[in-house]
Structure formats: structure tokens, C-alpha cells
């Protein structure tokens, strides 16, 4: 058999693979075949900045060796981020099925070893308070990866698979976003246990809960769909839980997004920082509120007798994909992100999407190509603000002003997992699920999800080990202030 037809047999176990065990044992077997695995070990490479990598792991190396905790602060101290010598540049995706250079890989190993050094070094040299600053302030420069769930409707029960899969393998971040349908699963995510997260994202457990989502009821209501049916739905999930309760049991920062059913309002995100008292179901209902389909919502929270009263009195809200789909700006001024997962089910996107990573386009033609797309985006905005403009019509406003929202969204991510455009998937957006319709959904989630995990780990790795280390030192702080108080005080 030639080579190529080797290569042909391995691919074709690439894309059968019945787990994730095979499919990285099939990518690692193609990338010996291929000659990837030469590639790899090449330091040379104008795709990032080998020079400085190669520099930046001797001198950690050399500050090891040494047992010099102060030198390796300074080291990492000088401007360690998630893009050094950009490391993280996606044309670095497109030599080898699985991994990256070996100088990438042993710079992010020797960084966390270098982080480990530092955290259990001798405190008559660094002392606790000040190993407490470094990782504090480091890791917040450095920043924290997010996941973000965008909308779907029925469709986004893809969302599942894919937590499932970053579950499964301890890649699932603590900041997640969700609008619309993804509101529905990022809000699961933050009031659930890992453990309890493999029962209730279950197709058994969705499918009873969401069964039928949307009924129809006429174009002579508010509404054409009853939403009574989603309301329990969300009601049985999340009870009158608060977005601050939720971070109290599983330390997980959640946002839903929800667009305003006015004019003169911009979207909001609701999570334990900016809302904390908001109840969960209502503001995963307002995100759902997809417009005409379903009736805006008013939102409720907690006062601090613990009494259900309206949040923010005489506004209503809707669907948050149509303002706030992936709103990872204002994810990072929150929470220090610097880099995004994407699980993109939106309509409006999806079909406009690559179905598959591909090496950026060089040349002139792709330079043109997007400066064209640009412009024609840049054109649309311009023609949305000289209709609204224009019109005097306070709801005609408004739907100009949704429209453009639209348009001027980003929505894709530094990773993105994607559903394959097809009719089964197209059926789901509106349609009630079934069991097997949701189960064949959080599979293709898995599998797509699969060829991410490699990526998404090495993006991951040093902002896991700056938190495991820095939540070690925090709980060691609390006991310190602890054993101070006085015992009168304390009684």
C-alpha cells in the first residue's frame, strides 16, 4: 500500500472515531506518517517568534537550576501573556493533526514548573505575602480563558456535547457566557456539580424537561408560540436560585445576556457581579424571548429579606443574541478573559461560518477579498444608521436598530466548535426535540468538540496552574487571618 493510501486509511479512523481515546491515537499515527512529527521538533519557524521562546526557556531553565525563586518572578514578571512571540498564531494549527512545536510545548511546561518552583519555595526567601502578591497580580495580567454559548433555539442543544466533552476532560472554564438557547445550558453549567452536570445535560433529562418548548398559538396573540411550556421547563431547572447563589455552589461565574424591548436601552449582562440578586429562570427566560416567537419578559431578583420584587421595574427584555451573542469585550473587563471558546449554533451566523479550521489565505486576492467583506459590513452599518435616522417611528427604530446589532456582532472565537450545516440540524431551530434527535446532537458536539481539545488545553495551562496555585495561597491567607482573630471576637 503507498503511503498515500496509508495516509487515506488513517484519516478515514480520524473521522470515525468512536471516542476520543482513537481519535487522538489516529491523529498522533497520521503526524508520524505525514512527517508532521519532523516539523514539530524544527525550531525554526517564521510563523512565531522562536528566537524569544527559545530565550525565554533557557533563562527559566537556568533560574531553576539555580533555585532562584526572586529570578524566575522577574522572569515571567516581564510580560508573560497568552500570545508570547505569538505562540498562538493559527497558521501553527495547520502542520500536524495533533500538538504544536516541541519549543511551544516545553516553554508552557516550563512556565508551569516554573509557577510550582515559585509557589513552594523556601518562605525565608519569599515570603508568603509576597508570593500571594506575584500570583495575584500575575494571574490576572496574564488573564483566563472563557466559554461562550451562543443562541440556537432548538439547535442549541449542541451546546451539551460540547460541555460535556470539556467536562469530561477538566478543560471547562470558570467564566461562561450564554445568550438565548445558550443561556439555557450556560445557566445548567453554573448551578450544577461536574457530577450532576452528566445527569441534567443528558439527552433523557433534556428531552423530559424541553419536550415540548414551543406550542403554537396564532398571530392573534402577543406571541405566535405559548411560552408556559419553557417557563416550567426553566422553573423545574433553576427554582428562584440567584446568579449569587449559584457562584456560592459552584464558583463559577455565569452570564446571560439579554437585548432590551426598547429603544433607549443597550444590552445587559446579568451574572453574580452586576446582578447578583437576579433570578436565574427569569433572566434565562428574557434571553429566549426570541422576538415575535416568544413575549419579552420583565426581569425579577431577591431583596435582602429574601422576597421576590421586579429588577429594574417598567423595562422588559428579549433575546440576547440579537445585541449581545458573544460579548467577550465586557467579558474581559469583568473577569480578566484573554482568550475565548466559542460553541456557535446562531442561524444568523452558522452558514456564513467555515465548517472547518482552515490556513488563513495569503496574497493579494485574500487581502482584497477581505477588505470587500469589511466594507460591505462597514456599508450595511452606515445604511441601518441613516434609516433609523430617518424614520420617525419609535418601533420601526427599534428594528432598524436590532438589525444593525446584528450586523455588527462578532461571532466566532479564538476556538469554535460548530455543528455540520445540514437538514437534520436546520429542523431543530423551531421545531419541539426529540430524544433521539438531542442524543444524535450532543454525539456530533463530542465529536467536533475533539479536535479542539488539544488546543484548547495548551491555551488553558498556565491560567490552571496560576489558579490552582493562587487558590491554594488564598485558603492558607484565610486560615492565617483565621488563627488572628482574637477568641473574643471571634465569640
Not at 527559566?60 to 524566575?72: Q, R
Not at 482568550?339 to 489565505?361: E, G
Not at 427604530?397 to 438589525?403: D, F, Q, R, Y
Request: glycine content about 6%.
Amino acid at each position: 500500500m503507498s503511503s498515500k493510501n496509508k495516509l487515506s486509511t488513517v484519516q478515514r479512523a480520524i473521522d470515525n472515531a468512536r471516542s476520543y481515546q482513537e481519535y487522538s491515537e489516529a491523529c498522533l499515527l497520521h503526524d508520524e506518517m505525514s512527517g508532521a512529527n519532523e516539523w514539530k521538533e524544527q525550531t525554526f519557524s517564521r510563523d512565531y517568534d522562536y528566537k524569544l521562546i527559545k530565550k525565554r526557556v533557557e533563562r527559566i531553565k537556568l533560574a531553576i537550576a539555580k533555585e532562584d525563586a526572586i529570578e524566575l518572578m522577574s522572569i515571567l514578571h516581564e510580560g508573560i501573556h497568552g500570545n508570547l512571540g505569538n505562540i498562538s498564531n493559527p497558521e501553527l494549527l495547520h502542520h500536524c493533526k495533533i500538538g504544536t512545536k516541541s519549543l511551544i510545548e516545553e516553554f508552557i511546561e516550563h512556565v508551569c514548573l516554573a509557577l510550582e518552583f515559585i509557589y513552594k519555595a523556601d518562605e525565608n526567601t519569599v515570603d508568603f505575602y509576597e508570593k500571594l502578591s506575584f500570583f495575584d497580580e500575575t494571574a490576572h495580567s496574564f488573564g483566563q480563558s472563557c466559554l461562550m454559548l451562543s443562541g440556537g433555539a432548538g439547535l442549541g442543544f449542541f451546546h451539551c456535547g460540547v460541555i460535556k466533552c470539556l467536562t469530561e476532560h477538566d478543560l471547562l472554564p470558570n467564566v461562561i457566557s450564554g445568550a438565548s438557547a445558550g443561556a439555557i445550558i450556560a445557566a445548567v453549567v453554573g448551578t450544577r456539580t461536574d457530577d450532576e452536570l452528566v445527569e441534567d445535560l443528558s439527552a433523557d433529562s433534556i428531552f423530559e424537561r424541553f419536550e415540548k418548548w414551543s406550542i403554537w398559538q396564532g398571530f392573534r396573540k402577543k406571541s405566535l408560540f405559548d411560552s408556559t411550556n419553557l417557563e416550567n421547563a426553566l422553573i423545574d431547572f433553576f427554582g428562584l436560585t440567584t446568579f449569587e447563589e449559584a457562584y456560592e455552589k459552584t464558583k463559577r461565574h455565569i452570564t446571560v445576556t439579554v437585548s432590551p424591548a426598547d429603544l433607549h436601552q443597550h444590552s445587559r449582562l446579568l451574572n453574580s457581579r452586576t446582578s447578583p440578586r437576579a433570578i436565574i429562570s427569569q433572566a434565562v427566560r428574557a434571553s429566549c424571548a426570541i422576538p415575535y416567537m416568544f413575549s419579552p419578559v420583565k426581569l425579577r431578583a431577591k431583596n435582602a429579606a429574601g422576597e421576590v420584587v421586579p429588577y429594574i421595574p417598567n423595562r422588559v427584555f428579549a433575546d440576547g443574541s440579537l445585541m449581545a451573542d458573544l460579548p467577550f469585550e465586557r467579558l474581559a473587563r469583568l473577569y480578566g478573559v484573554n482568550h475565548s471558546i466559542v460553541s456557535q449554533t446562531n442561524p444568523v451566523a452558522v452558514p456564513f461560518l467555515p465548517r472547518h479550521d482552515k490556513a488563513p489565505q495569503k496574497g493579494l486576492g485574500a487581502l482584497a477579498m477581505q477588505h470587500i467583506t469589511n466594507m460591505a459590513k462597514i456599508n450595511s452599518i452606515f445604511v441601518c444608521d441613516m434609516l433609523e435616522n430617518m424614520t420617525s417611528s419609535n418601533g420601526a427604530k427599534l428594528g432598524i436598530h436590532k438589525v444593525r446589532s446584528l450586523i455588527d456582532q462578532q461571532y466566532v472565537g479564538d476556538i469554535n466548535v460548530m455543528p455540520e450545516l445540514s437538514f437534520e440540524n436546520i429542523k431543530c431551530l423551531l421545531a419541539n426535540p426529540t430524544r433521539e434527535g438531542i442524543q444524535r446532537l450532543i454525539d456530533d458536539a463530542e465529536k467536533a468538540t475533539w479536535s479542539k481539545l488539544d488546543v484548547i488545553e495548551r491555551s488553558m495551562r498556565i491560567s490552571k496552574t496560576f489558579g490552582q496555585y493562587l487558590d491554594l495561597l488564598k485558603e492558607r491567607e484565610s486560615q492565617i487571618l483565621h488563627e488572628h482573630i482574637p477568641k473574643s471576637a471571634s465569640a
